[in-house]
């Protein structure tokens, strides 16, 4: 009989258990990972290209470029291709990113068949219409002014600037007169360099036939040369920058610097001190800058990692007159992690806050394609997710200092303020 006087024992779960993918090599060289899982009759399939931002020869062409690839082909209009993808019910998703180009096209299985064919001729017929590319960087430079009115944007873009430099793909921020200057040719050169050679990542529910069906589509494309790009190097010291912004009550601030890599040895620990600095609402950033100091309604901290580089940033938005009393308090709890010990109940809450939320990303099969795309695209090992939990678990009081004193110096960070 139970026992409902006593709570069950507490068992702590640290597995990550992914779905192991059934990889297939088509001739062409187009590598396809196939992700089964779900109940629902829906699958996605997403492509993705190294033909972001770091790859361009002219700013801006990687976003439109993109953006345009369904906006016609030699056969249909841009109102004709959202038709047919209506009338399925699927959806095609684009992203350009500052490495990546991803494509990513939901569908009920049943529908694959013909939505896959328009994906197809999409791919291989694009035209990038004058008028709708006329019309694109219309929308952008609208986009862009309105942008310009955000502390928060600007403050994004001049810390990425500093970080990197304003010629160097991490720190650039297509401008008008980019777009200005971008022709239909840049569209047609970009893809025919970078939208060729891609990977294929097919996750939900399916079956055999679906997968030949996959298969065949994607080994009639005659991939080009995979690009790599030219690495940009960067050699900027840390600055601190103020920005006035007439009108505006509040200040955004951005603090980082440039960190690790996902295959450097170091990059779990850095993570999980990041987490600890400012990744979750018991942080200690929210905890001082938010609960006791009153200055910001939020902040957080985080490693942003990028194929060729990485980034930590901590952001706030505060009252105009708090911005250097915020900046010092940011610095203080910097200077904390390094010199003072942490407790082992904060250690611990932290640890278990940071294991039970990468596993609460684990919900459909779509999120463990997700994580799975990552470890491809970044050469990393099979098992990096789980020994990322047990570097974490594994991660003692004197580690946190280690780790703390080597990349969380505040003389090292950059500082931007707009508002």
Request: glycine residues 6%.
């Amino acid at each position: 009989m139970l026992d409902r006087k006593s709570a069950p024992g507490y068992v702590q779960d640290t597995s990550f258990d992914l779905i192991k993918p059934q990889q297939t090599s088509l001739p062409n060289g187009v590598d396809i990972f196939f992700i089964h899982g779900g109940s629902q009759d829906v699958l996605k399939i997403e492509l993705t290209f190294k033909a972001g931002r770091w790859f361009e020869t002219t700013w801006g062409a990687a976003h439109f470029t993109s953006h345009l690839l369904a906006k016609g082909t030699k056969n249909k209009s841009s109102f004709e291709i959202a038709q047919w993808f209506d009338r399925y019910g699927a959806h095609l998703e684009v992203n350009a990113g500052l490495d990546m180009v991803s494509i990513s096209l939901y569908t009920l299985t049943k529908n694959l068949q013909p939505v896959i064919g328009l994906l197809q001729e999409i791919l291989q017929q694009p035209v990038f219409p004058e008028k709708e590319l006329e019309q694109s960087k219309s929308i952008y430079i609208q986009n862009l002014k309105v942008n310009h009115e955000k502390t928060s944007f600007l403050a994004a873009k001049h810390f990425r600037k500093n970080l990197f430099g304003e010629d160097h793909p991490y720190g650039k921020e297509i401008e008008e007169g980019d777009v200005n200057n971008l022709q239909q040719k840049d569209l047609f050169d970009h893809f025919n360099t970078r939208i060729q050679h891609f990977s294929v990542f097919v996750s939900g529910k399916f079956d055999r036939t679906d997968e030949a069906l996959i298969a065949d589509t994607f080994s009639k494309w005659k991939p080009g040369a995979v690009a790599e790009g030219k690495t940009k190097p960067v050699n900027l010291k840390p600055a601190s920058e103020r920005i006035e912004k007439e009108g505006s009550v509040q200040s955004s601030l951005r603090m980082g610097t440039r960190s690790v890599l996902r295959t450097h040895p170091d990059y779990a620990k850095v993570v999980f001190v990041s987490h600890i600095l400012g990744g979750y609402f018991g942080s200690r950033l929210m905890k001082n800058i938010r609960e006791e100091k009153g200055l910001t309604y939020g902040i957080h901290a985080s490693l942003q990692p990028l194929r060729h580089d990485s980034y930590l940033a901590i952001g706030a938005d505060v009252n105009k007159e708090n911005v250097d009393l915020a900046f010092s308090e940011i610095r203080k709890e910097l200077k904390r992690l390094r010199e003072e010990k942490i407790s082992f109940d904060e250690l611990e809450t932290a640890r278990n806050h940071f294991i039970g939320s990468l596993q609460s990303e684990l919900t459909t099969p779509f999120a463990h394609a997700d994580k799975l795309r990552a470890i491809y695209l970044y050469g990393l090992p099979a098992d990096y997710f789980q020994r990322m939990i047990a570097t974490v678990q594994q991660t003692s009081v004197a580690q946190v200092m280690e780790t703390s004193e080597q990349y969380f110096n505040e003389e090292k960070f950059f500082e931007i303020a707009v508002g």
